[in-house]
C-alpha cells in the first residue's frame, strides 16, 4: 500500500496529489475502522465518514483530517472512536473528529453552518454505506430545502472573510485559501449549487480550472514548508514557482492574479443574481441606443449586432456603471463574441463615450472588470494586453497594474471638479503607468506609446500634449515634494519651467493624489499631501506671475526653535511623531541625532537642519509612528542627550543592536537597486545636491550622515524615504566655508565616503 510520505514526496502535483493522497489515507483509515468494529454486532449501525476538504478528495500534504463518525445508538461508540483516533494522532496528522447520531448531525446542520457546508460535500469511508448515505442525503436534503436562507448566511461570511483577508488577484502575499478569489470562494460556489444555484457550463469550467491553478500552488506551498499554510509569502514565492515549472515568481503570480480575478468574478455575478437589486424591474427602461436596464441588469436589444458598431461597447459599460448595475451574461457574451477590433482612427465621438465612462468613478472598476473577462478592453486598445493581471511585487503597490489604473481612474474622477480640465484628467490616469507592462523605463514607454494612441483616439495636438505631459511628469511632484528644499528657489524654478502651465500643475496635483491613493496606504498621508499641496501652491505662484524670492519663506526653523537656540544650549522637543533637537554646532550632530532614532528602531521620514551665526544649530526629525503605538519619547530624549554630550557610544551600541537585529521579512519581490549617488549643484541656488539609492540596512542614515559630516560638509535640508527594500536619501549640504562643493575631488572623496558607509 502507497504510503503518505511515498504520494507527498511523488511527481504528482495539484489535484492529482491530493486525490491520491485522499485515496491513500481512505485505505489507512479503512484498516483501522475494519480492527476498531472487528466485533461489532450492529455493523449496519456505525459509518465513517469523510468531511470538509477530505470530503472533496482536496487534501493537501498538511491539511486537517476531518471526519465523522455516525452511529445509531451504539453503546460502545466511544470505545470504536479511540480505537480509530489515536492511531490517526500517533502518525502526527491533525484531526478533526466527531461522533454522532444521524438525528444529532441533522439538528445539528440546522443551525451551524460550517457543519452543514463540511457534510454538503462528504461521503462514504467505511461502515454501513446504507447509513452513511441516508445522512449525507439527508443533509443534503435540507440543505436544498433551506438553501435560500443558509446561502444569505454564507455570502454575508464570505464578505465578512474577503474584508479581513483581501483579494488574492492584489496582494503581495495572497492567502490562497481565504483571500477573495481563492480556493474559499470556489467552496462556497459548489455548496451553493448544491443549493439550487445553477452555474454555466463555462462558469463551471472556468471555475475547475481555477481550483487546479491553486491547488497546484498550495500543495506545493506544504511540500516546500513542510508544514500547514495558506500564506504565500515572499520568500516561498520562488521556489514555488520552480516546483511549478513557471519561469520565475512574476509568472507565477500572475496566474494566481489570473485565476482570483476570475473565480472572483464568477462569485460575484452568482451571489448577484441571489441577491438581485430591490428597486428591479422586469419593464425593460432604455438607457442608451439599444441599451436597457431589465431586471437590474443592463441588456442589449435583440437586433443589435455589435460587429456593425464597435462603439456599443462603451455605451453598454456607461450605461452598467451610471446606473449600478451588471451587464446582462448574454449581453456580455454577444459583445465578447461580436465586437471587432476598434478602427485606426475611432469612430467619431468614442472618446466622449470613453471619458464618460471614466467619470463614473468607483462604479466603472467593476465594469472594466466584466469587459475585461471577455476580451474586451484590448479590443479597444491593444496596448492594454500585457497589463492584464500584472504583478506589482512590493509593498508600495497594493494592485495589480490593470486594477491601479482602473483605480486611479476613480480617484481621478472623484477630483474632476478640481481641475479646469477632468477629461484630460482621467485620460492621464489611465494612461500613465501603461508602459509598465513593456521593456525599459515604463514613463518613456508609456510617453511613445500614447502619441500614436492619442492619434488614434481623435485627440487634438494640444491635448495629446497634456496628456503626455501628464504621463512623462506624473512623478514629478511627488518626488520633488519629498525629496527637495521647498524654501529653494532653484526647485521652484526647475517644476515651473517643467509643467509651463497652471492647468498642467493642477492636472499634475490630482493625478498624484488619485495614483497614490490607488498605490497603497504607504504612498499618501498627512504628511506627503502637505508637502506636495505646499510644492503645488509656491510653483502656482510663480506660474501666476509672482516673484520666486517672494515664497523663499522657511518652515524651519520657526519662531519657537529660534528662541530656543538663542538660550545656547541642549535643548530637546518632542510632538507625537516629531523630534526637535537644538545645540552647539558641531560635526556630526545630525548623525548622532539619526544615530539615536536607529538605535531605538525608528524609521525617518524627513529631516530640517539649520545652523546660525552664534554657533548653534538645530534639526528636526519626523518618523513614522510604529505599528505597535505611540512612541515613548522619554528614554530618546535621554539618548539624544547623551550622545550629544559625547556620553554615548553611539556606534558600538549600534554595532551590538546589528548583531541582534532581526532583519524584516521581505516586502518586495525584487532585490535592492544597486548603490546609486547623485552630486548636482544645480538643483540648489545655496548648496550641494547630494541623492542617495541604497539598500535599506539599520542605521543606515547614521552611516552616511556620518560620511558627511567626515567629509567636512554641513547639511541643512534632507529628506528621507524608504521603498521596500532600499533608502533614497536627500540631502543639501555646504562646506565648512558655507559654499556649494565645486571641487571635484572633494566630490570623488565624498561619493567614496558614502560607498564605505553604505557596504
Known amino acids: 500500500m502507497t504510503t503518505r510520505a511515498e504520494v507527498i514526496d511523488g511527481s504528482l502535483t495539484g489535484g492529482a496529489l491530493c486525490r491520491a493522497l485522499s485515496d491513500t489515507t481512505d485505505d489507512f483509515l479503512r484498516s483501522l475502522y475494519a480492527e476498531a468494529s472487528a466485533k461489532l454486532k450492529n455493523a449496519d449501525d456505525v459509518a465513517l465518514i469523510a468531511v470538509g476538504g477530505y470530503g472533496r478528495r482536496e487534501l493537501a500534504p498538511f491539511s486537517d483530517l476531518d471526519v465523522l463518525l455516525v452511529h445509531r445508538g451504539v453503546k460502545k461508540i466511544d470505545e470504536i472512536a479511540s480505537q480509530i483516533w489515536y492511531p490517526i494522532w500517533d502518525t502526527g496528522l491533525k484531526l478533526g473528529h466527531a461522533v454522532r447520531t444521524p438525528k444529532e448531525t441533522l439538528q445539528l446542520c440546522a443551525t451551524d453552518l460550517d457543519t452543514a457546508t463540511a457534510l454538503v460535500t462528504a461521503r462514504h469511508l467505511a461502515g454501513s454505506a446504507t447509513l452513511a448515505a441516508e445522512v449525507i442525503g439527508s443533509v443534503r436534503g435540507a440543505w436544498l430545502q433551506r438553501g435560500r436562507s443558509w446561502l444569505v448566511n454564507l455570502h454575508g461570511r464570505m464578505q465578512e472573510r474577503h474584508a479581513n483577508f483581501g483579494e488574492l488577484a492584489f496582494l503581495l502575499e495572497p492567502n490562497i485559501k481565504e483571500s477573495l478569489g481563492g480556493l474559499r470562494d470556489i467552496h462556497a460556489l459548489w455548496w451553493a449549487i448544491e443549493a439550487g444555484l445553477v452555474l454555466s457550463r463555462q462558469d463551471v469550467e472556468a471555475l475547475v480550472s481555477c481550483n487546479e491553478t491553486l491547488l497546484q500552488v498550495r500543495v506545493a506551498l506544504h511540500q516546500h514548508t513542510n508544514r500547514v499554510g495558506d500564506v504565500l509569502h515572499l520568500e516561498e514565492q520562488i521556489a514555488v514557482a520552480n516546483a511549478l515549472g513557471y519561469d520565475n515568481d512574476d509568472a507565477l503570480m500572475a496566474a494566481i492574479a489570473v485565476a482570483g480575478q476570475q473565480i472572483a468574478w464568477i462569485a460575484d455575478e452568482a451571489w448577484s443574481r441571489l441577491d438581485p437589486p430591490k428597486t428591479a424591474s422586469p419593464i425593460p427602461l432604455g438607457v442608451a441606443s439599444g441599451v436597457a436596464l431589465v431586471n437590474g441588469e443592463i441588456r442589449l436589444a435583440d437586433d443589435v449586432d455589435p460587429a456593425h458598431d464597435p462603439t456599443l461597447v462603451l455605451r453598454v459599460a456607461t450605461a452598467a456603471a451610471r446606473h449600478r448595475a451588471r451587464i446582462d451574461r448574454d449581453s456580455l457574451n454577444r459583445l465578447g463574441e461580436r465586437t471587432q477590433q476598434w478602427p485606426d482612427p475611432w469612430p467619431a465621438g468614442a472618446i466622449d463615450d470613453l471619458v464618460s465612462l471614466l467619470l463614473e468613478g468607483d462604479a466603472a472598476i467593476a465594469v472594466f472588470e466584466a469587459l475585461d473577462q471577455r476580451n474586451l478592453i484590448v479590443k479597444v486598445l491593444p496596448e492594454w494586453a500585457p497589463n492584464r493581471s500584472r504583478p506589482q511585487r512590493n509593498a508600495y503597490h497594493r494592485y495589480t497594474v490593470d486594477r491601479h489604473l482602473w483605480q486611479t481612474v476613480a480617484n481621478a474622477s472623484a477630483l474632476a471638479t478640481r481641475v479646469a480640465r477632468p477629461d484630460l484628467l482621467v485620460l492621464g490616469a489611465l494612461f500613465h503607468d501603461i508602459g509598465k507592462g513593456y521593456p525599459g523605463d515604463h514613463t518613456e514607454v508609456g510617453v511613445r506609446m500614447f502619441a500614436t494612441i492619442g492619434v488614434r483616439m481623435g485627440l487634438s495636438a494640444e491635448d495629446i500634449d497634456i496628456v503626455t505631459m501628464l504621463i512623462q511628469h506624473h512623478l514629478l511632484l511627488p518626488d520633488i515634494a519629498t525629496r527637495r528644499d521647498l524654501s529653494d528657489d532653484a526647485t521652484l524654478t526647475l517644476v515651473a519651467e517643467t509643467v509651463k502651465t497652471k492647468l498642467v500643475l493642477d492636472l499634475l496635483h490630482a493625478l498624484t493624489e488619485a495614483d497614490s491613493l490607488a498605490t497603497g496606504s504607504s504612498a499618501w498621508g498627512t504628511w506627503k499631501a502637505g508637502l506636495v499641496t505646499m510644492l503645488v501652491d509656491r510653483v502656482s505662484h510663480v506660474l501666476g506671475g509672482g516673484d520666486v524670492q517672494e515664497v523663499m519663506w522657511r518652515l524651519f526653523p520657526d519662531a519657537s ?104 521579512r521581505a516586502t518586495t519581490a525584487t532585490a535592492p537597486a544597486p548603490l546609486k549617488i547623485r552630486i548636482d549643484n544645480e538643483a540648489s541656488s545655496n548648496a550641494t545636491f547630494i541623492e542617495i539609492h541604497a539598500p535599506d540596512r539599520l542605521g543606515i542614515l547614521h552611516r552616511m550622515t556620518k560620511a558627511l559630516a567626515d567629509c567636512g560638509l554641513d547639511i541643512r535640508h534632507a529628506r528621507v524615504q524608504t521603498l521596500g527594500n532600499e533608502v533614497v536619501d536627500a540631502f543639501y549640504v555646504r562646506t565648512t566655508n558655507g559654499t556649494k562643493v565645486t571641487d571635484f575631488k572633494h566630490q570623488a572623496e565624498i561619493e567614496r565616503a558614502i560607498m564605505h558607509a553604505a557596504s
Do not use: C
Not at 529660534?562 to 533637537?581: G, P
Open 561 to 664: 526653535v529660534l528662541e530656543l537656540m538663542s538660550a545656547q544650549k541642549i535643548a530637546v522637543r518632542t510632538t507625537l511623531d516629531q523630534i526637535t533637537v537644538v545645540s552647539p554646532d558641531r560635526p556630526g550632530t545630525f548623525s548622532r541625532v539619526a544615530g539615536v532614532m536607529a538605535l531605538h528602531g525608528l524609521d525617518v521620514l524627513g529631516a530640517e537642519a539649520h545652523s546660525d551665526e552664534q554657533g548653534m544649530a538645530a534639526s528636526e526629525f519626523r518618523v513614522v509612528i510604529p505599528a505597535y503605538g505611540p512612541i515613548e519619547w522619554q528614554p530618546i530624549v535621554a539618548d539624544v542627550t547623551r550622545a550629544l554630550n559625547g556620553e554615548l557610544a553611539l556606534d558600538a551600541r549600534l554595532a551590538e543592536r546589528a548583531a541582534n537585529y532581526r532583519a524584516p
